[in-house]
């Protein structure tokens, strides 16, 4: 093989830690950036973006379009963006200063929204009660403080 057609910037982050070395390679032919811009704003940017696609096809199930019908996967597709939408805005807005602030989705769904309650109906209301041992209990409160806050949107005229 042989060498490329012009001249383009490597930059090298070398990571050396207890467990070894870790060398950082990136290839560009961007001339402005500083170096820690290049690999911080970009390649961490590409990465982190990678981490998203994959929350969304593993944690929400969007990889499973195997219907025939292309409306049956696109529809699926689009719950599953909605799901990550709606997740990624809470963990964003209402999980800060918890533990679940930087929680993949998968946890957010596990530890907030698969829980055994118990439900009693009222003529006015629904209570629910958690269980004595619940170890969410008191981001749930949290959650369901501000989610209460938030004001309605006005009706439709």
Same mark, same amino acid.
């Given at each position: 093989?042989?060498?490329?057609?012009?001249?383009? $910037?490597?930059?090298?982050?070398?990571?050396?830690?207890?467990?070894?070395? !870790?060398?950082?390679?990136?290839? *560009?032919?961007?001339?402005?950036? +500083?170096?820690?811009?290049?690999? @911080?704003?970009?390649? #961490?940017?590409?990465? &982190? !973006?990678? !981490? =998203?696609?994959?929350?969304?096809?593993?944690?929400?199930?969007?990889?499973? %379009?195997?219907?025939?019908? =292309?409306?049956?996967?696109?529809?699926?597709? =689009?719950?599953?963006?909605?799901?990550? +939408?709606?997740?990624?805005?809470? $963990?964003? !807005? *209402?999980?800060?200063? %918890?533990?679940? /602030?930087?929680? &993949?989705?998968?946890?957010?769904?596990?530890?907030? =929204? @698969?829980?055994?309650?118990?439900?009693? &109906?009222?003529?006015?209301?629904?209570?629910?009660?958690?269980? %004595?041992? #619940?170890?969410?209990?008191?981001?749930? /409160? $949290?959650?369901?403080?501000?989610?209460?806050?938030?004001?309605?949107?006005?009706?439709?005229?």
């Amino acid at each position: 093989m042989g060498s490329w057609l012009k001249a383009y $910037r490597v930059v090298v982050k070398a990571v050396v830690v207890a467990l070894g070395e !870790n060398p950082r390679y990136l290839v *560009t032919s961007l001339t402005d950036p +500083t170096p820690e811009l290049l690999y @911080k704003d970009l390649y #961490c940017a590409r990465g &982190q !973006n990678e !981490n =998203f696609i994959k929350a969304v096809n593993n944690d929400l199930a969007s990889d499973r %379009t195997s219907d025939h019908a =292309f409306l049956a996967n696109h529809l699926r597709m =689009f719950y599953s963006s909605a799901a990550y +939408t709606l997740i990624h805005s809470l $963990r964003e !807005n *209402t999980l800060v200063h %918890t533990k679940l /602030a930087k929680a &993949q989705p998968v946890s957010i769904i596990l530890k907030l =929204f @698969k829980l055994a309650v118990r439900v009693v &109906q009222y003529k006015d209301r629904i209570k629910l009660s958690l269980p %004595t041992a #619940c170890p969410m209990k008191g981001v749930l /409160a $949290r959650v369901t403080e501000l989610l209460y806050l938030v004001p309605r949107p006005p009706a439709p005229a």
